[in-house]
């Protein structure tokens, strides 16, 4: 199994540029969720799934979507790039239990973003 | 914010002490979770307890979990300097997101 694969690893966006980060699972995991982080601090939650079809936004939403058709992927799509969305972005997945409990999240290797 | 809180923010030891680092919550959790970060990393799951849970073991490490007081912590037993890494807790709420804290900055000294 390859776990979670994210593309690209690095990028640099001009301000006002769109692009779409890519996260795939190979484990069947119901639960997908994506994260940034800054310097010196902790992951903060953008958004997440919970299945094909379903998005919930997290803690810092604002200027990014989420789609979720299939169970392998959940790309990251950000619209209109700006300087304060540069930031490393980690995608997780994680088996969901019949009762609705989210388990041990296994993480991508990250994607390195400048926005200049 | 549900966020989990870590204390202390760094943490250094010499090789073979114990590191024990604490975590406090808001609300009422489903489980927590610890994770570690190498630097430059993704991170890597280390251990869950369940709401329901007090103690927990894994090889060298041990977490407890006091639902009353709000708070983990988490032990690493006999240190190396490859325990070095970043260390954050995860209080997974009932709406299943997850959200970490800023982390411990672990050092262990050969």
């Known amino acids: 199994n390859a776990g979670v694969t994210q593309t690209p690893k690095f990028q640099v966006l001009k301000t006002g540029q769109s692009m779409t980060l890519q996260c795939a699972q190979d484990?069947?995991?119901?639960?997908m969720s994506w994260y940034r982080q800054d310097p010196g601090m902790g992951l903060r939650l953008i958004h997440y799934?919970?299945?094909?079809?379903?998005?919930d936004q997290g803690e810092v939403p604002n200027g990014y979507n989420v789609s979720r058709s299939t169970t392998e992927d959940f790309p990251l799509r950000l619209l209109s790039a700006a300087p304060s969305q540069t930031s490393v972005y980690f995608c997780?997945?994680?088996?969901?239990?019949?009762?609705?409990?989210?388990?041990?999240?296994?993480f991508g290797p990250g994607t390195r973003l400048t926005v200049t | 914010s549900q966020q989990g809180e870590e204390d202390p923010q760094a943490l250094s030891i010499q090789e073979g002490e114990n590191a024990t680092m604490n975590c406090s919550y808001k609300?009422?959790?489903?489980?927590l979770q610890w994770y570690r970060q190498n630097s430059g990393r993704g991170l890597v799951h280390l251990i869950l307890?369940?709401?329901?849970?007090r103690e927990k073991h894994s090889g060298r490490l041990r977490v407890t979990l006091d639902t009353s007081k709000k708070s983990s912590s988490l032990l690493i037993t006999a240190s190396r300097a490859a325990d070095t890494a970043s260390y954050f807790c995860?209080?997974?709420?009932?709406?299943?997101?997850?959200?970490f804290g800023a982390g411990t900055r672990l050092t262990v000294k050969p």
């Open positions: 997780a997945s994680s088996y969901r239990s019949l009762a609705g409990g989210v388990y041990e999240q296994y």
């Open positions: 484990m069947n995991h119901e639960y």
């Open positions: 799934s919970v299945g094909a079809g379903i998005t």
């Open positions: 609300t009422s959790i489903n489980n």
């Open positions: 307890i369940r709401s329901n849970e």
């Open positions: 995860a209080p997974i709420y009932n709406n299943n997101d997850m959200r």
